[in-house]
């Protein structure tokens, strides 16, 4: 009988010694691995929510940085609204998480349009943040709102047909989400032209790299540390009906790398961590319900080693 409890227990020792290596492989839980000094802040792109009906706009993302340590944050502002606007109640959040936690800064994540939205507040208020990460951000204009925009200007009947339909999504996304904000679907659109978006990077300069497809300083002359990464895929999972959708709506970018959404070089700011992830705009953040391709990473496995980055570089 001791002699089978022995070999059950060096059986059971053994098992944990192979696991807990194989865990932190694949990316699994590790206590203090996503610590970060400062709490991290999450903010969504055009058309985007905190969470509707339980479902995370950055599916599963927050609980995974949590279980390993970090305090995470996800902001909502309005789903259609210019940068600025955004920006500034994006920073009324910060404040109320500054506050409330008593931590001197926030690391921001943005998605998106999340990206420019981060970095205006970074800009405007450098004391309240340590690091910008831009996921897939509009740092040099987005061709799908240049369209859209050159159509506003010269057909009346699609400038109407734009704000009707627009105004109404980011109504309904808003009220499902409980958001409270005011929508503007032609200010979100003209800040994400190209026009703009070069207009708002002379402004706001801070981690935009001097050229276009270039890299900027990861830290900046305000303080605060600026990273990114995008994919540059369209079609990545076959069972994901959103996947039709992104090559679709790709076909503006005329060849360029992209994700469906966001070229790859239009996302580049301060240091790129890569801008060719096998993902598109959803998988980004993990939608739609964790469908991605199985060729590449976990996006919320990309968004645990950035966390660990924040960590070892003392954000």
Request: proline letters at 4%; one cysteine or more.
């Amino acid at each position: 009988m001791m002699l089978k409890r022995l070999s059950a227990l060096l059986c059971a020792s053994l098992c944990l010694a192979l696991i807990a290596p194989a865990q932190a492989w694949l990316g699994g839980p590790r206590s203090g691995y996503t610590e970060t000094q400062y709490p991290i802040v999450l903010i969504h792109g055009l058309f985007g929510f905190d969470d509707i009906l339980g479902v995370d706009y950055f599916y599963g993302v927050p609980q995974e940085l949590q279980r390993s340590g970090a305090q995470v944050f996800v902001a909502q502002v309005a789903a259609a609204n210019s940068t600025e606007v955004r920006g500034e109640q994006l920073a009324r959040q910060v404040e109320t998480i500054l506050a409330t936690t008593g931590a001197a800064k926030v690391n921001i994540i943005g998605h998106s349009h999340g990206g420019p939205t981060a970095r205006y507040v970074a800009s405007v208020y450098p004391q309240y943040v340590a690091s910008v990460s831009s996921v897939a951000g509009v740092n040099w204009g987005a061709p799908l709102a240049d369209v859209l925009q050159g159509a506003a200007d010269h057909l009346p009947l699609a400038d109407d047909v734009i704000d009707s339909v627009g105004n109404a999504i980011a109504g309904l996304i808003d009220l499902i989400s409980n958001g409270g904000a005011t929508q503007d679907v032609s200010a979100a659109m003209y800040s994400l032209t190209t026009a703009q978006t070069l207009a708002f990077n002379a402004l706001y300069p801070e981690g935009v790299p001097p050229h276009y497809c270039g890299t900027g300083e990861s830290l900046a002359a305000n303080g605060v540390r600026y990273y990114s990464w995008s994919g540059g895929s369209t079609l990545t999972n076959m069972l994901d009906v959103s996947d039709p959708f992104m090559a679709a709506l790709s076909v503006v970018f005329l060849g360029e790398k992209n994700d469906g959404l966001v070229s790859s070089c239009s996302s580049r700011l301060g240091m790129v961590i890569r801008d060719d992830y096998h993902m598109n705009h959803l998988d980004e953040i993990n939608h739609a319900f964790g469908l991605r391709s199985v060729l590449e990473t976990s996006p919320v496995a990309v968004f645990r080693q950035h966390a660990n980055r924040l960590k070892n570089a003392g954000l």
